[in-house]
């Protein structure tokens, strides 16, 4: 099944047996694929909000807008810049310190402003161990394939970007489509 699942219908222990693949592009060249699974006894609200708007095609064309490297990328805002929010508004934070559940390279968490319940849309990726992060920020998964792609978008050089931090892509790094499927747990 792919980008066709009502995600609101799937139970809360089902969203575990869910996958996204995002199809990245560097300037233009395929770069990759990033493969995540999602951690729904941690932040349920968060990854089904994830799901949906991956499943709804959200994601598609959109860039990755922020890069730093040794710390995340970011994606998923609709005007590119990180100031974009969603159609579906803003969710509630989901913050754990777990240490199952930590910012760990691969970590797919929320991006979110000063304020806690801000999440809407925008996600980031670690590209390293970033715990600062824990009971601050909802991870919600983990990048299981693609590591190289990581690497990859995390190299690309950068230029100013907002609130005067150097961290603008200076190619575009776009996710071509995310991918939803269900894979069944052993």
């Known amino acids: 099944m792919e980008n066709t699942l009502d995600i609101q ?3 809360d222990a089902a969203l ?4 996204v693949d995002l199809e990245v592009a560097i ?5 990759g694929t990033l493969s995540l699974e999602f951690w729904p006894q941690a932040a349920p609200g968060t990854v089904r909000n994830f799901l949906q ?3 709804d095609g959200f994601y598609d064309g959109l860039t990755f807008h922020r890069v730093v490297t040794g710390f995340m990328v970011q994606g998923g805002c609709p005007q590119g810049t990180g100031t974009g929010s969603g159609p579906s508004g803003m969710i509630r934070g989901e913050f ?6 930590s910012h760990q390279r691969g970590t797919i968490s929320m991006a979110r402003s000063n304020d806690p319940d801000s999440a809407s849309c925008q996600f980031f990726i670690c590209h390293d161990v970033a715990t ?3 009971g601050q920020y909802a991870a919600f998964g983990k990048l299981i394939a ?6 990859k978008l995390a190299s690309v050089p950068v230029g100013p970007g907002g609130g005067g931090e150097v961290s603008a892509p200076k190619v575009r790094c776009e996710i071509k489509r995310a991918t939803v ?4 747990q052993a």
């Not at 300037?27 to 770069?31: F, L, N, P, T, V």
């Not at 693609?146 to 690497?151: A, H, I, V």
């Open 132 to 134: 600062f992060l824990d």
């Open 146 to 151: 693609g590591d190289d792609t990581l690497d």
């Open 27 to 31: 300037d233009g060249q395929e770069a």
């Open 181 to 184: 499927r269900l894979e069944k």
């Open 96 to 101: 754990s310190n777990d240490s199952a559940h």
């Open 53 to 55: 708007y991956a499943s």
């Open 9 to 11: 219908k799937l139970d």
């Open 16 to 19: 575990a047996d869910a996958r």
